[in-house]
């Protein structure tokens, strides 16, 4: 154990509580390079409640209740990720992340197995077609961390871990060649990036070597959960298939550390832009002020925040959801009150293959044909004009609504002479003398 890990360890998400990571070091007695080394990390995870015991305090019940839950729905931590839990705080949402609870048993006939409907949407084994121009390859069900919150929870059961092989996966590259819709594809999974980067470079490969496949995204969550994976070896493989675009999946602003902020820059660097998607969890993430941390400490590392998904209705996880209109309240809550590239797109995937809609606050009280009544986020009241096509002297036709008379003096007034200086002149009137200035000027 060196002095470097343990100084670190006081500071998940740049704050100054104590961690669990002395206690893991302690267990573990990494050397730092085995620290800085993502497979050591994947060796290493927590996965048994006996691990798990020699540094997380857990009483008897505890320790019950997890080998029973974990028989449905196991658990694995990697050793960084469980770093980040804050020493007796029963609260925390890293722990609630990882951990195991009771709940996940007590709701199992609330929620179903596949909300989603992805086996329906297959066409192929490993291959998720929903959206005409996009696809969904999913090569593994292997991650280095079990959300408690997963969509695909229900690949959990009886741990038959699997990462498809190459003549399966064939397959799915022979229905995208013949497939021309498809111009976007996210490798998923699991988590992609479970697998190594001589298997991923020729999934690169055969991807790119078809045509009409313009987007190759990876979704993944290394870069929250085990960052040390984004290797000199993975930026290179972007970097030479690129365009290569990462959606990831912070959910806190506590897992937004400096180790996170380097594989976001490493990425940066191989022209990977990076995305998030927040999952909405009760008593993790489901307020305005974390939101806006997250945000926020998103946009200083580079990374956009592009969706809030409400959690899926699956079974074993009804403790973590949260009412839709949480997610509505914390998007009145951030629109305005900060930049809007920090404001995620609400959206609930709703089952029966109907695919992600947004859901937002509503800020049009009124709309006609001539006019809208909008609200902003101060909750003050504006008019605002709703432009007709053929008043903006669109084709220079009338629109049938008696608008035409409006169009044709515009065509004479462009006929007239001399036409720039009239326009010019008209422009400026009523505007202040320096604007005029300018205006005239330019
Ligand atoms: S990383 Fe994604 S797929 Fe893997 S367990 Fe977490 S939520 Fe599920």
């Not at 670190?8 to 002395?22: C, F, N, V, Y």
């Not at 092989?165 to 021309?180: D, G, S, V």
């Not at 009239?422 to 604007?435: D, F, K, M, Q, Y």
Request: overall charge neutral; proline content about 7%.
């Amino acid at each position: 154990m060196t002095t470097e890990l343990v100084a670190e360890a006081k500071e998940p998400g740049g704050r100054s509580e104590s961690t669990l990571k002395d206690h893991i070091l302690e267990v573990l007695k990494p050397t730092q390079a085995q620290w800085d080394d993502w497979k050591w990390h994947f060796r290493n995870r927590f996965n048994t409640v006996e691990k798990l015991s020699k540094v997380l305090p857990l009483s008897d019940m505890q320790k019950k209740q997890l080998q029973l839950v974990s028989v449905k729905y196991p658990f694995s931590i990697t050793p960084y990720y469980l770093s980040l839990v804050r020493e007796n705080d029963p609260n925390d949402p890293i722990l609630k992340q990882s951990v195991p609870v009771f709940e996940e048993l007590l709701h199992a006939d609330v929620g179903q197995d596949d909300p989603l409907e992805e086996r329906v949407d297959s066409p192929v084994p490993g291959l998720v077609h929903r959206y005409p121009d996009r696809a969904l390859l999913v090569i593994t069900d292997i991650c280095p961390l079990l959300c408690r919150h997963c969509t695909r929870k229900r690949e959990w059961d009886g741990g038959n871990w699997w990462v498809r092989q190459k003549p399966q996966l064939e397959l799915a590259f022979e229905y995208l060649r013949k497939t021309k819709a498809v111009r976007d594809v996210i490798i998923s999974g699991g988590d992609p990036l479970t697998v190594d980067n001589d298997g991923l470079e020729w999934i690169l490969q055969q991807l790119r070597d078809i045509p009409h496949l313009e987007m190759i995204r990876f979704g993944t969550r290394f870069p929250v959960v085990l960052p040390q994976r984004i290797d000199e070896g993975f930026t290179r493989i972007c970097d030479k298939y690129g365009p290569v675009w990462l959606n990831t999946h912070f959910n806190h602003p506590n897992e937004v550390t400096p180790e996170a902020g380097r594989a976001v820059r490493e990425l940066l660097r191989a022209g990977v832009p990076v995305n998030n998607q927040t999952v909405l969890l009760r008593g993790i993430n489901d307020s305005v002020e974390t939101q806006l941390k997250l945000s926020h400490a998103l946009l200083r590392n580079r990374v956009r925040p592009y969706y809030l998904y409400h959690a899926d209705d699956v079974r074993g996880t009804d403790h973590l959801r949260t009412p839709v209109e949480t997610g509505i309240k914390i998007m009145e809550g951030m629109r305005g009150h900060t930049s809007g590239l920090g404001v995620p797109v609400f959206v609930v995937d709703v089952p029966g293959g109907g695919g992600k809609i947004p859901v937002l606050p509503n800020y049009v009280l009124s709309w006609t044909e001539n006019e809208l009544v909008l609200r902003n986020y101060e909750g003050l009241v504006f008019r605002y004009r709703n432009p007709r096509p053929a008043l903006s002297g669109q084709n220079g036709a009338s629109n049938g609504n008696g608008n035409g008379a409006h169009t044709q003096s515009v065509e004479k007034l462009m006929d007239a002479e001399p036409k720039p200086e009239r326009i010019v002149l008209g422009a400026t009137r009523g505007l202040s003398p320096r604007l005029k200035r300018r205006t005239l000027k330019n």
